[in-house]
């Protein structure tokens, strides 16, 4: 079935500093959705793509439904972000299939 | 923003009890998922529907039922609960469908502990 490889599993980033999360599809996707889970539990929408790049703050995504990957740039990290960072590739009309997840800790 | 509200937000069950999770969205979206999130796994497609009066199977729909009575409302119904459902359950909406855009909104979750 549609796969969805995540990496890293877990990152830690000191305040100020920054990194990339991916996700890899194995078919070609539609378009990616990417979330972060927070501290009470509840997800929170930070992307939607169907191709290209956005950019939100200290936050850039991009997706290349031809290679297969998406990508989430945290610059500039800070405490608040710390949480659990999903991707979700859109297979079809009604079906999303989500990466396992990236637990990120920003330390001071 | 879109509003979707799933009650309970904690749920104790015991095994072979019937648990009925509840998910509520005000936004009119057709699109409707029901998914479970354990560690190490991405969230898990249960259960979807893309209309009041539908429901459909997703990835893993075994010893889950579904019901869509509104646009509103759709629940997820555990017949007989048995410790594997025990799991963090997300209910979201979906404000496309087809070849257009889609975003997805989420609840904050119920939490499902089945002794």
């Known amino acids: 079935g549609d796969q969805v490889e995540q990496s890293p599993s877990a990152l830690s980033l000191h305040e100020g500093t920054g990194s990339a999360l991916r996700c890899n599809f194995t078919?070609?996707?539609?378009?990616v959705q990417w979330f972060r889970k927070n501290s009470r539990g509840s997800l929170i929408n930070l992307f939607y793509?169907?191709?290209g790049t956005k950019e939100n703050g200290r936050l850039k995504s991009a997706f290349d439904s031809k290679e297969r990957y998406s990508t989430l740039h945290i610059r500039d990290a800070q405490l608040e972000d710390s949480g659990t960072y999903f991707c979700?590739?859109?297979?079809?009309?009604?079906?999303?299939?989500f990466g396992a997840g990236t637990r990120l800790k920003v330390i001071a | 923003e879109a509003a979707v509200t799933q009650s309970p937000r904690n749920k104790v069950a015991v095994t072979g009890g019937k648990v009925t999770l509840s998910c509520n969205q005000t936004?009119?979206?057709?699109?409707m998922y029901w998914y479970r999130q354990d560690t190490g796994h991405g969230l898990r497609l249960i259960h979807y529907?893309?209309?009041?009066?539908?429901?459909e199977k997703g990835d893993i729909p075994d010893g889950y039922k579904a019901s869509r009575p509104s646009q509103e409302n759709f629940s997820l119904i555990l017949e007989l609960a048995t410790p594997s459902q025990t799991s963090v359950y997300f209910c979201?909406?979906?404000?496309?469908?087809?070849?257009?855009?889609?975003?997805?909104?989420f609840g904050s979750g119920t939490r499902l502990t089945v002794l």
């Open positions: 793509l169907a191709s």
């Open positions: 529907s893309y209309g009041a009066g539908s429901t």
């Open positions: 936004n009119n979206h057709n699109n």
């Open positions: 078919t070609t996707m539609r378009a």
């Open positions: 979700a590739a859109r297979t079809g009309n009604y079906k999303y299939v």
């Open positions: 979201a909406s979906g404000d496309a469908g087809g070849a257009r855009a889609e975003t997805l909104y």
